[in-house]
Every structure is written in C-alpha cells, then in structure tokens.
C-alpha cells in the first residue's frame, strides 16, 4: 500500500484511479421489443387502478394477469340468500363496476356465475346462470352495450377449493368477472 503524505499527491492518484474507471451509461437502454409495456397493458393497469379506488374494501378480488382483469365476488356479498336477487350493499358497487366498464370501452366483459356441488347439477346450473344474468341485467341498465357483454352460467363445474368442507363450498359459491381487450375471445 501506497501512503501519500502530501494531501496533493492523494487528489492525483485518486483522479489517476478514476480515469481508469469506466463510466456508467447514464442513458436509458430501450427495452426490447416483447419486453416493451402495450397500450393494452397499460390500460389494464389503469383500469384496474380506478377498480381497486372505486370498489374498495379486499372482499372483492381484482387481478391483473397482464392480457385481462379477473374479478371474484364471493356469493356471501352479492346475492341476498340462496337465489339470484342482488344485495342491497352490492348494486352500488356493481354500478360503479359498470361505469368503470363505461369508461374503457375497448374491453369486452365476461360474467360467470359458479356454485358450490350442493344439490342437483341442474340446479346448480340454472342457478349460476340465472346470477350471472342479474349482473348483465344490471350492466345493462347502466349504460354497458350488450355486444360487449356475456353471461354464463358453470353451475358446479369449475370449483376453485374442495366441495368436501363449508369453507370451500363457501370459495365456490362466485362470480367472476373477466374484461379483456376488444378482440380477445371470452369462451374461457
């Protein structure tokens, strides 16, 4: 080790060090073309921002897979009961669904009613439509075009937690609301 004793010769070795160094690239690198962030992606973003703001509360889970908006509404705050006849509590909140739905036209909205194995398939079937059609109706009256709108109905046949428990017959028992870019197919 090299002890300088003069404060000067310190400053001429460091600027000596320096120079050897190499400078950091201070200019941002574009990113590759499929690494780049799609108009698509970066609606779904704020789409899913004004979600989260708007809907509040966790009760309602909102994903963003990155080409689609998942929406789960657990059965217990959106049906008053066992039938299909919306919650009081909910019709506010699915209203301001539908005018964030308004307010990104290019999308295209799926709405799944799913049930728990409870029960005849055929009236679990029925049933999962006929909640997934209440929302439509809702959408409708609000304001969402039809062409952009769906509705079906799984019934029991695509359970996300075992049918065995109350606590996942409880995690069944949803809907689901899927929105995707205009163009995307919503036969999922």
Known sequence: MIQLTKPLGLIAVSAFTLSACVAPNLTPTPAAPNAAITPTAQTLVAQETALRAGLGGGDIVIVNTGSQLDLTFPEAIIFDG????????????????????????????????????????????????????????????????????????????????????AEGRLKNRRIEIIIRPRGNLMGI
């Open 82 to 165: 066992a039938g299909a006849d919306l919650s009081i509590g909910i019709k506010g909140r699915l209203a301001i669904l539908a005018s964030n739905i308004n307010n990104f036209p290019n999308t295209t909205v799926g709405i799944f009613g799913h049930t728990d194995s409870n029960g005849p398939a055929s009236f679990n079937l029925q049933l999962s439509a006929d909640r997934a059609d209440a929302i439509y109706n809702l959408f409708v009256r609000a304001g969402v075009s039809i062409g952009r709108l769906t509705a079906t109905g799984r019934g029991e046949t695509d359970p996300v937690a075992t049918n065995l428990t």
